[in-house]
């Protein structure tokens, strides 16, 4: 079982940055499929950004794509999320999850209910 912590959320000002993390506890020696999630009141949940941990390929939603980087960090055992010139649109509760994975176009084929772990969710609010 992998269990998932996240944090860095919080408020900021349309055009600012924010960097949420992770902490990942799990079989280091399994490949997974990491991912961003969020979910706004009345919408689903949707996937912002992906990795594979087997060779650190990632992949955006199109909403995201050039603003936001997801990154590993091995050392610390952390998943994390770089949110650059953030838009109020962006405002969600963000959640990291995990799901075991082969390669990173696998990973991209996964759906919502294929992820096995969660984290609580962070906040994100991005006012204008």
């Known amino acids: 079982q992998v269990q998932l912590v996240e944090s860095g959320g919080g408020s900021v000002q349309a055009g600012g940055s924010l960097r949420l993390s992770c902490a990942i506890s799990r079989n280091t020696f399994t490949t997974y499929c990491m991912a961003w999630f969020r979910q706004s009141p009345g919408k689903e949940r949707e996937r912002v950004a992906l990795?594979?941990?087997?060779?650190?390929?990632?992949y955006y939603d199109d909403s995201v794509q050039g603003r936001f980087t997801i990154s590993q960090d091995k050392a610390k055992n952390t998943l994390d999320l770089q949110m650059n010139s953030l838009e109020p649109a962006d405002t969600a509760m963000y959640y990291c999850?995990?799901?075991?994975?082969?390669?990173?176009?696998?990973?991209?084929?996964?759906?919502?209910?294929?992820?096995?772990?969660w984290g609580q969710g962070t906040q994100v609010t991005v006012s204008s």
């Open positions: 990795l594979f941990t087997g060779d650190d390929s990632s």
């Open positions: 999850a995990s799901a075991f994975g082969f390669s990173g176009s696998w990973c991209d084929s996964r759906t919502i209910s294929q992820y096995d772990d």
